[in-house]
């Protein structure tokens, strides 16, 4: 267990809807980002957040988005959703030196 | 942002013989370099890593070499066994962690 926790682990859901991937971090680190992982594909960067600011952004689409909260949670939002969007999603986590990220479980997004 | 490339995409070894996965960067400003392992459903994992002021780490079966002036990085695993078959990802750390795509190894008994 990495002490990064996701929720929900499968989310099942229709085109254009919309959804909230939920991501606590290990107990003391500030650092959260978030990953796309699809099918046999390598994981595309999305965006990275340090102590509740976006310190980061990769190849984040304007349909997502994401926040962390003062208690260093982290929402990711995906908005009008396609079927390319579906893939696994993940969180990671680490500490004042932003290096050894701990993954979390992943949420398995199907947009059917 | 940084660029990582990874190679290669696939490899398949025999049970003992050696693996190896190069990887290079873009960003010479990268000071800091992981292998992740996934296993299948799994989340990835670190490994190994090694810092930009190193040139070589070693841990049981599995090392990493760094290049800085080329700027690629290696992952090196000696007596490969049933179990090191997973998918592998390189990483390099500028600001963020940006990823290679993985070399999915096989490792045949």
């Known amino acids: 267990d990495s002490g990064v926790t996701q929720t929900p682990k499968h989310l099942i859901t229709a085109t254009g809807q919309r959804v909230t991937l939920r991501c606590s971090p290990r107990?003391?680190?500030?650092?959260v980002y978030w990953y796309q992982q699809s099918l046999d594909q390598g994981l595309q960067f999305l965006i990275q957040?340090?102590?509740?600011?976006?310190?980061a952004k990769g190849n984040i689409l304007e349909r997502f988005s994401a926040q962390q909260f003062p208690d260093l949670h982290s929402e990711l939002n995906l908005s009008s959703l396609e079927l390319g969007d579906s893939a696994l999603y993940f969180c990671?986590?680490?500490?004042?030196?932003?290096?050894?990220?701990?993954f979390g479980s992943g949420t398995q997004l199907s947009v059917l | 942002g940084e660029n990582v490339e990874q190679h290669p995409s696939t490899l398949s070894v025999q049970e003992g013989d050696s693996a190896v996965i190069k990887c290079t960067y873009s960003d010479s400003a990268s000071n800091y370099f992981p292998w992740y392992k996934q296993e299948l459903g799994k989340r990835p994992q670190l490994i190994i890593d090694i810092r930009s002021n190193v040139g070589e780490k070693k841990d049981q079966r599995i090392a990493v070499t760094l290049n800085k002036t080329a700027k690629h990085f290696s992952l090196h695993i000696t007596e490969t066994q049933p179990e090191d078959s997973a998918v592998y990802f390189c990483?390099?750390?500028?600001?963020?962690?940006?990823f290679g795509a993985g070399t999915r190894l096989t490792v045949k008994p």
């Open positions: 107990s003391g680190d500030l650092s």
């Open positions: 990671a986590s680490s500490g004042r030196q932003g290096e050894k990220l701990f």
């Open positions: 990483a390099a750390r500028v600001n963020d962690m940006r």
């Open positions: 957040y340090y102590n509740g600011e976006e310190r």
